[in-house]
């Protein structure tokens, strides 16, 4: 698609400009799934560690939208190099530049947030297990404790 386009800098500004708005919606969509998972519920009160599976829809729309606005911004460099790029072409490169570079940073720290909750999610449960699984074998073996105990030490502690 970008290869057919890659006439004029002018033709290729409007792809760039919707690229970024489609990145600046799922970053928003990312965000405020980010802020609900770092308080630890998903907006049905369930736990966030079985929402992986929005997680990763959004993450690979995301990537999929990064990797087009690198092809977009690079087709753009070519196009403002190819013409006598005036100081105005060079300005927006570099602001579209500076946008992807954000973008790309934001991304990978929330992925980076995303996986370190999911394993604090994942060692908390295995904690839990563990406990409980740890009060059941206590209880199972009290019985056999408080059999081993004289019956005359127990009624004088009541």
């Given amino acids: 698609m970008i290869a057919l386009i890659e006439e004029d800098?002018?033709?290729?500004?409007?792809?760039?400009?919707?690229?970024?708005?489609?990145?600046?919606?799922?970053?928003?969509?990312?965000?405020?799934?980010?802020?609900?998972?770092?308080?630890g519920y998903e907006d049905n009160g369930s736990p966030t560690l079985h929402s992986s599976r929005s997680w990763k829809s959004m993450e690979v729309e995301i990537q999929s939208s990064l990797e087009k606005l690198v092809d977009i911004n690079d087709s753009m460099s070519r196009c403002a190099a190819a013409a006598a790029p005036a100081t105005s072409v060079t300005q927006k490169l570099a602001r579209h530049r500076d946008i992807?570079?954000?973008?790309?940073?934001?991304?990978?720290?929330?992925?980076?947030?995303?996986?370190s909750m999911r394993e604090h999610a994942e060692l908390l449960s295995s904690v839990r297990d563990d406990i409980s699984e740890y009060k059941v074998q206590s209880e199972a073996s009290a019985p056999r404790t408080y059999s081993c105990i004289p019956s005359s030490v127990i009624a004088a502690r009541t």
Avoid at 11 to 39: K, Y
Wanted: net charge negative; proline share 2%.
């Fill in 100 to 115: 992807l570079h954000e973008f790309t940073q934001e991304f990978r720290r929330i992925k980076g947030n995303k996986n």
């Fill in 9 to 39: 800098y002018d033709d290729v500004l409007p792809f760039v400009n919707i690229s970024e708005s489609i990145l600046t919606d799922n970053a928003w969509c990312v965000f405020s799934h980010h802020s609900i998972m770092e308080l």
